[in-house]
């Protein structure tokens, strides 16, 4: 992605609220930022206005707001959208961390821009920032149950231990690569995580 660096300012991590979901596949996304701000040393605080528990970091004196969408998966957009409105943001300052079923578990991916895929939350959030599919995604693998009509359960399940395993591996590249990733320098950042081959950390 060569001269394709932009600083990001937001990142948004996709999940599911409550004790019952945590851990699924679904909350991927969640699990990022999660590891993200203890890395950064930022702590997450519930903020009714923007619907979303909010951490704010500091990387090389510049601010990140670190945010995960207290509302179901399929209105993630309402947080997203309240700080990209409040802190007037670009929508190509924005990360979205996501998980991805076109992709095994283990693996991710960092592209900038596309469309929703069919993931609810990425949907809403388009829709939200009034049709703008200019953020960065960072999509992480956690398989397909192989028939459409087996989704919704399927992410819905926390993995099997090695699946479990193998996310987490990937989340935890992805959080090495953080400064890079955040700086906007896609292009050692995707090297490093889209390059990652599932189990070798």
């Known amino acids: 992605m060569p001269g394709d660096r932009v600083q990001f ?16 596949r679904h909350n991927a996304g969640f699990r990022y930022v ?8 930022a702590t997450f605080a519930l903020d009714k206005r923007y619907h979303a528990a909010i951490a704010q970091a500091t990387i090389d004196g510049r601010r990140v707001h ?3 969408p207290m509302n179901f998966m399929n209105r993630s957009g309402e947080g997203v959208a309240a700080i990209v409105k409040f802190y007037k943001l670009d929508a190509t300052r924005i990360l979205v961390a996501h998980d991805e079923l ?11 821009g596309g469309g929703h895929g069919g993931h609810n939350g990425l949907r809403d959030i388009i829709a939200r920032l009034g049709g703008s599919r200019d953020f960065a995604r960072l999509r992480i693998g956690i398989g397909h149950p192989g028939h459409k009509s087996a989704v919704s359960g ?8 090695d699946d479990q395993r193998l996310m987490e591996d990937a989340i935890d590249v992805a959080v090495r690569e953080s400064n890079e990733l955040l700086d906007g320098d ?3 950042a995707t ?4 390059g990652h081959r599932p189990g070798v950390l």
């Open 9 to 24: 300012q937001l990142v948004a991590g996709l999940g599911n609220p409550g004790p019952e979901h945590a851990n699924t």
């Open 34 to 41: 999660d590891e993200l701000a203890a890395r950064l040393g």
């Open 66 to 68: 670190l945010i995960k």
């Open 102 to 112: 076109d992709l095994p578990p283990g693996e991710i991916r960092v592209k900038r």
């Open 154 to 161: 399927y992410v819905l399940k926390r993995a099997g231990a």
């Open 186 to 188: 896609l292009n050692v």
């Open 191 to 194: 090297k490093a995580i889209n």
